[in-house]
């Protein structure tokens, strides 16, 4: 589906489209937004901080280098880079911490890395829903900018 | 030893290798249900990280996954995925009725969870004495919610070397006769990086 992205993935896109991730566990989705021209991305990441020597694979892997390759192909598309405003989800702790190692606290780690990297960025984070132990699903509507989250098996839904 | 860069032989190989170890696990399941386990064919998928969630029926679906890293002289992980259902049935199996749905509490998890160990124990061990390595679960983690927030934990590890997953995966199912069987799915994902120790096992790489 095209306005499905998964695990890694990047999208840009424009109004009325709803880009969707499913089933963010500890992934992180950051959905960026000019809301003057309905121009948005949502990206699906899996790691917080890309490696500085030997990178593997895709940008978008990565939260912070995934955030600022969005920004780029957002400006391209003819987003204001000014204009821009951010809404993050995800990042559970899927399993409990019976035992605490590296991998158990990725969830908070990538919801860290996603704050600072729009900190710097000077990128307003307008709406976050991070952490607990839940998946999430999200919606990212883009002739809003609004962003849908649920979680399987909870009737709430989190709008942000 | 890159996924992408395995022939026919070695695939092969690892499918062999998956199934001696599968059919421990089986047998050590059938014991604990009390009824007979039938086993797929294995098979070996290479596929984008991305497309794993999708590959196990949808990043949205409901299953309980039990995940276990392999440590020893090989590294990996092991998943065991069950739709609910069959989650459901398989703790009636083990400790009685269990109510109308698959309801997770502490027994009921801590249950699940030594069904993984138990499998992947069997599983590891097979292949350890095949292989002349050693090789152990770790301890098992549960979750009951979306495949894409199941998974994404044994995805995080193979990300880090790279793009795709490979997966050696066997389907089993509970007694074919009755109306409802417990199936699950039981998947080797092998760390690229020792992915030689298993290959030079048997026979060695060819070609």
Request: with cysteine.
């Amino acid at each position: 589906m095209a306005d499905r992205v998964s695990i890694a993935q990047a999208r840009i896109d424009q109004a009325p489209v709803v880009l969707k991730a499913y089933g963010l566990g500890s992934c992180i989705a950051v959905g960026l937004y000019d809301p003057e021209t309905g121009i948005g991305g949502l990206g699906h990441m899996l790691l917080p901080c890309r490696p500085v020597k030997n990178p593997l694979g895709s940008e978008s892997k990565y939260v912070d280098a995934g955030i600022y390759q969005m920004v780029d192909e957002l400006v391209r598309a003819g987003a204001r880079r000014e204009g821009l405003v951010a809404r993050v989800t995800g990042g559970a702790n899927m399993f409990e911490t019976a035992y605490q190692t590296l991998i158990n606290s990725i969830g908070s780690r990538n919801a860290r890395s996603a704050r600072e990297t729009l900190a710097k960025l000077d990128i307003p984070l307008v709406g976050e829903e991070v952490g607990g132990n839940r998946g999430r699903t999200v919606e990212f509507d883009l002739a809003s900018g609004n962003m849908l989250v649920y979680c399987a098996r909870g009737i709430e839904k989190v709008s942000l | 030893m890159p996924f992408r860069e395995l022939n026919n032989v070695q695939l092969d190989t690892l499918k062999e290798l998956s199934n001696i170890g599968m059919g421990h696990a089986a047998t050590a399941l059938s014991q604990m249900i009390g009824q007979p386990v039938y086993l797929r064919v294995p098979h070996v998928t290479i596929i984008e990280i991305s497309q794993v969630p999708e590959h196990l029926g949808g990043a949205e679906k409901l299953m309980v996954g039990i995940t276990l890293q392999i440590l020893g002289d090989a590294r990996g992980s092991i998943m065991l995925l069950f739709p609910e259902e069959s989650a459901h049935l398989l703790l009636c199996s083990l400790l009685g009725q269990q109510g109308e749905e698959l309801v997770m509490n502490e027994i009921t998890e801590s249950a699940l969870k030594e069904v993984g160990n138990i499998l992947a124990s069997a599983y590891l061990s097979a292949l350890g004495n095949l292989l002349n390595k050693s090789l152990i679960p770790s301890v098992p983690l549960l979750a009951y919610d979306m495949a894409g927030a199941v998974v994404d934990y044994v995805l995080i590890d193979l990300s880090q070397s790279g793009d795709l997953a490979m997966m050696i995966e066997t389907d089993f199912t509970g007694d074919a006769n009755q109306d409802f069987a417990i199936k699950g799915h039981f998947f080797l994902l092998p760390d690229p990086a020792t992915l030689d120790i298993f290959l030079n096992a048997v026979g060695g790489p060819h070609g």
